[in-house]
């Protein structure tokens, strides 16, 4: 690899676009039609629909900071492992998760797939 191809990766990885690392292309996403939003949403019940955004959003109590804070070191390594992040926010044992697509500008099959490992962690 070129010493400018791997400025190009290095500069990607660093500014989290990984479009110079996928040719130039955005990975293309469908963004969810109203009837599979509702599927969604009935089969995820504990969450619930932001219009806004067009995103899914939970709120998750634990006993203490620490266990809020392992909760999210799981979900970041689903994350990860699905290529797709929650916009999340934490206060002691209090996690408020959001699920959106970036790239779809709105719900899509990532974030059903984020959902159910998220739920299957508890
Ligand atoms: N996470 N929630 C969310 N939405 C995205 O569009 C998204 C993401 N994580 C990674 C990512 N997009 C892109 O870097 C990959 O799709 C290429």
């Not at 690392?21 to 629909?49: C, E, I, N, Y």
């Not at 995103?55 to 999210?72: C, K, L």
């Not at 926010?89 to 408020?96: A, E, P, Q």
Request: glycine content about 4%; proline content about 2%; charged content about 25%.
């Amino acid at each position: 690899m070129s010493s400018r191809s791997r400025l190009v990766a290095h500069r990607a990885l660093s500014y989290g676009d990984r479009t110079a690392l996928t040719s130039g292309r955005k990975t293309m996403v469908q963004k969810l039609d109203d009837a599979q939003r509702s599927a969604l949403l009935a089969r995820f019940p504990q969450w619930t629909h932001d219009p806004v955004r067009d995103a899914i959003t939970r709120q998750f109590r634990f006993d203490d900071f620490a266990q809020a804070f392992g909760f999210m070191a799981s979900v970041a390594i689903v994350a990860e492992k699905l290529d797709h992040h929650p916009e999340w926010s934490n206060v002691y044992n209090r996690v408020d998760v959001l699920l959106t697509t970036h790239d779809a500008n709105g719900l899509s099959e990532r974030d059903a797939k984020l959902a159910e490992a998220i739920e299957a962690l508890l």
